[in-house]
């Protein structure tokens, strides 16, 4: 009889393993799941989602993550109220005298610039070449930046309304609405660069480290003059929200 008991409750072990094995395999990334970043860098833990609706450029980022492509790069790139930036992997040298910021992974990607996604503060977006050398709006396969910019007024966001006329792919896709605006004016952002750049994510923890590094001392190539580093990346898969779908 105990031998029996033993045998049953090695099969209920085993049953709860399969189980949860099975519960993890549900969470599909693009069905009711995406992936979530945790970067640790020299400045504490920032955590950002992915977004589905963005798959070459989520997809891209995962890849390089997880190969290690971003461990010990520089945030090269630092202007206060506006945003923070890295992937350069030449920066990996941490040179004293070098500026940084022209080289990436030896590719580009294809813009996916989604009408629903803006410039408010905290969300991630791929840099590029300018409009001059890249009319396509192709993204640099490594280097991305997360928007810190400050509130903004009457003043800021006529003259941004004005530069997504000219500069944006879809200007009326692109347009300040009352909603968005409403973010501007109380949350922040860089709402001049919207409708003309891919955003592939949002920072969902963490914000507070973003603007620290934000507000940091910079010298005249706006690198900050004590280094801040990416440490590691780590990828995993998380259950939408509601709220996310």
Known sequence: MKKNGCLLLLMLVLSAVVDTAAAKKTLVVGQGAHY??????????????????????????????????????????????FMIQTGDPESIEASQVKVYG??????????EIVPRYYHRRGVVAAAREGDAENPARQSSSSQFYVVTGRVQNDSTL??????????????????????????????????????????????VGGMGRVMKISQLPTDTQDRPKEDVYIREVQIKVVKDRKRDR
Request: hydrophobic share 35%.
């Open 158 to 203: 006529t003259a941004a309304r004005r530069q997504i006329a000219e500069r944006a792919a879809d200007p009326s896709a692109a347009q300040i609405t009352p909603e968005r605006e409403k973010v501007y004016r109380t949350v922040g952002g860089a709402p001049h660069l919207d409708g003309s750049y891919t955003i592939f994510g949002e920072i």
């Open 36 to 81: 979530e970043v945790k970067m640790k860098t020299s400045e504490g833990t920032l955590r950002f989602r992915l977004f589905n609706d963005t798959p070459n450029h989520r997809d891209n980022f995962v890849k390089l993550a997880e190969r290690g492509f971003y461990n010990n790069l520089l945030f090269h790139r630092v202007i206060r109220d």
């Open 102 to 111: 022209n080289a990436d992974a030896g590719y580009k990607l294809d813009a």
